[in-house]
């Protein structure tokens, strides 16, 4: 019986341990996602893209992971910049997901230390 309780506890610790490295990658990555998302909305088709790459890295990582409050937003960007020609409008929309974004990452994190 304390081999169950053993093998339940791991998972659990190294779901953190992959969580933490998840989030650290994740706060690098926004930091760069940052730099191509301005870019983006200037009209660099390249930083679109790249924008893109992240967004979906991103978001395929918190998927595998569980972290579904991240997942979303980045989803919800991935929609708009698949859907192609930009609007004021959709850029407005991807700024309060990126917000989200932030806001989601900081709550995941702090989750993982409680």
């Not at 996602?33 to 790459?53: P, V």
């Amino acid at each position: 019986m304390s081999q169950d309780s053993g093998s339940q506890r791991a998972p659990s610790k190294l779901n953190n341990i992959l969580g933490g490295r998840f989030i650290e990658r994740t706060r690098n990555e926004l930091t760069v996602m940052h730099t191509h998302w301005r870019a983006a909305r200037d009209g660099d088709c390249l930083a679109t893209e790249q924008f893109l790459q992240f967004a979906h890295r991103i978001g395929g990582a918190a998927a595998m992971l569980g972290f579904e409050q991240v997942g979303e937003p980045v989803r919800c960007i991935e929609r708009i910049l698949r859907a192609g020609v930009l609007s004021p409008a959709d850029w407005s929309e991807i700024d309060a997901h990126m917000s989200q974004l932030q806001n989601a990452v900081a709550e995941a994190e702090e989750s993982l230390t409680t």
